[in-house]
């Protein structure tokens, strides 16, 4: 499927990229501006809890902060190849979530949440997320709050390739306060929660993955100290073979597709489709990003989702949880 220009398929008839992503940039440049004069409550974006009957639920959670420039709008861009080649590896009744990052220590919206859907729907919960391009310069953004959420307030019955793809270039912070969890991530605790604590739950619930944007400037092929510190953070948790980094937001839709191989095993297909499409240059950037994910082995992935309680479930019941400090 050729993502270089216009087609026709299905519910996305008629649909231009170009089109598309100029009016997501307009969208981006005011929508903080219009979500203020308008008054919209933070809470407003975040739903109490999410269901979806969808065999394969994808959730997108971007961090949305300025530092990630364009890679929301290339996104946008690019929803009806995302939503049918999706469908290809996933199933049809891929389902997605898309979850907006912030920073719970600097911005008016640090998490915003919207329900499940496909096909044209896409188009219309994301333009219902507000683009606060803030950030708290402490190269830790509140991811932490979106795994809580959706580790806690997702009902997904049917659900047997569940995945989870965090979209970012920072780091996390290490603790979830109670106010947080509440305000936030609409889950109760009895005490702060440590953030490695949270990404287990959320692994036990989803296959979960990193695209990493870098950090600012990088030497080279190499890592700035900054870009070192914020992987080996997520990769202390996550594991090397969960993270793509990936240079340019123009191959991320691409990347997506190649967890989504490692997830149905059809890494070939994957090969062969991106290459019979993309130049040279492109494809590698692309294998490269994927080279953890696609070559090591995946310790990481259960075999069937919603495997246990969270300890966020055990609280509520009155047992003690033992990884809450």
Request: proline letters at 5%; charged letters at 25%.
């Amino acid at each position: 499927m050729s993502e270089s220009g216009d087609y026709n398929p299905g519910p996305w008839s008629g649909y231009s990229f170009s089109s598309a992503r100029a009016t997501y940039d307009r969208h981006v440049s005011r929508s903080y501006d219009d979500a203020k004069v308008a008054k919209i409550s933070p809470t407003k974006l975040v739903p109490d809890s999410l269901e979806t009957l969808s065999e394969s639920p994808i959730v997108i959670a971007c961090d949305v902060t300025g530092s990630m420039e364009e890679w929301p709008a290339t996104i946008f861009s690019k929803l009806p190849y995302l939503d049918l080649e999706g469908q290809e590896y996933m199933g049809k009744t891929m389902e997605i979530s898309f979850a907006a990052i912030g920073d719970a220590h600097s911005d008016s919206y640090p998490l915003q949440v919207r329900e499940f859907t496909s096909g044209k729907g896409l188009e219309k919960k994301l333009k219902e997320l507000i683009i606060e391009k803030g950030g708290g310069g402490q190269i830790r953004e509140s991811y932490e709050l979106a795994a809580l959420y959706y580790a806690n307030n997702v009902k997904m019955p049917n659900a047997i390739n569940p995945m989870f793809i965090f979209i970012g270039d920072e780091g996390f912070y290490d603790m979830v306060s109670k106010e947080q969890a509440k305000n936030w991530s609409r889950v109760s605790i009895n005490q702060k929660v440590s953030t490695k604590d949270v990404l287990d739950d959320l692994m036990k619930k989803y296959s979960v993955y990193l695209i990493r944007k870098p950090y600012g400037a990088s030497s080279g092929d190499g890592m700035s100290m900054n870009d070192k510190t914020i992987y080996k953070q997520w990769a202390s948790v996550l594991g090397e073979d969960r993270i793509a980094i990936l240079p340019e937001a123009g191959r991320v839709v691409d990347v997506i597709f190649g967890l989504m191989a490692n997830e149905t095993d059809r890494i070939k297909y994957f090969r062969k489709e991106l290459e019979g499409r993309q130049t040279e240059g492109q494809v590698n950037t692309v294998l490269k990003s994927l080279n953890t994910v696609h070559a090591l082995p995946d310790v990481k992935k259960l075999p069937s989702p919603s495997r246990g309680k969270s300890i966020m479930n055990e609280s509520r019941k009155g047992k003690e949880a033992s990884k809450l400090i």
